[in-house]
């Protein structure tokens, strides 16, 4: 079966322009979450959605940050007004369930994010 | 809290000659373990995960794993390093706290494999 997709795969953008990543989880999967992983960095948690739970926004850097999930599935993260320091690969997992404890994530291939 | 710590940001070994790398957890609870890997330009792949069963816990492409409560380590451990090994660890401690999941992620470390 396909695995989790992320589009666009590579995106240049001028400071201070809004972008939008997207993320395909695994059909059914019903944890979806967001990293953000800079050059030489770990990742760093951004967003977890959780079926129809109210979704973990604890590790948004700042409100120029944003995500959606629409009828539980295709998930969007939105950067407004994007700072060079918003340049690194945003990365999208999905799980089966109850994420992490027990079941392991499924990363997508990442969205390589250039502000210039 | 939870934490994990990645001991070695860059571990260099020989083609053939053992692989360790270390990691240590702090967790209120029984945690579950996991290493991922990422090769460059590649997505994260799952090689192995430990979630209360037994404690030495076997991976893909050779890796393993202990479960060490006493010395709160998970190391990561492969006999015999191939080129192919070369690439990105990732160490995840994962805690249920409350109704929520709190997934937290070492740094990495980057292991170099030497011909």
């Known amino acids: 079966g396909a695995g989790v997709s992320q589009s666009p795969s590579n995106k240049v953008t001028e400071k201070g322009k809004d972008v939008e990543l997207r993320c395909d989880p695994i059909s059914g999967h019903t944890a979806l979450y967001w990293y953000r992983q800079s050059l030489g960095q770990g990742l760093e948690f951004l967003i977890y959605f959780q079926g129809n739970s109210a979704p973990d926004k604890s590790g948004l850097p700042s409100d120029r940050f944003s995500a959606e999930r629409t009828g539980g599935s295709v998930s969007t993260l939105t950067i407004q007004r994007t700072q060079q320091e918003d340049s690194a690969v945003y990365l999208c997992a999905s799980s089966p369930g109850l994420a992490g404890t027990f079941y392991e994530q499924y990363f997508g291939p990442g969205t390589r994010l250039t502000v210039t | ?115």
């Open chain 2, 1 to 115: 809290a939870q934490s994990v710590t990645q001991l070695d940001s860059h571990v260099s070994v020989s083609e053939g000659t053992p692989v360790l790398l270390r990691c240590n957890y702090s967790s209120s609870y029984s945690p579950s373990l996991f290493w991922y890997v990422q090769h460059p330009n590649k997505g994260l792949q799952l090689l192995l995960k430990y979630t209360s069963a037994a404690t030495l816990v076997k991976g893909i492409n050779g890796f393993e794993a202990e479960f060490k409560k006493s010395e709160t380590s998970f190391h990561l451990t492969k006999p015999s390093a191939h080129m192919s090994d070369a690439a990105e660890y990732f160490c995840v401690v994962s805690d249920k706290l409350g109704r929520d999941d709190k997934i937290i992620f070492g740094k990495g470390t980057r292991l170099h494999i030497l011909p």
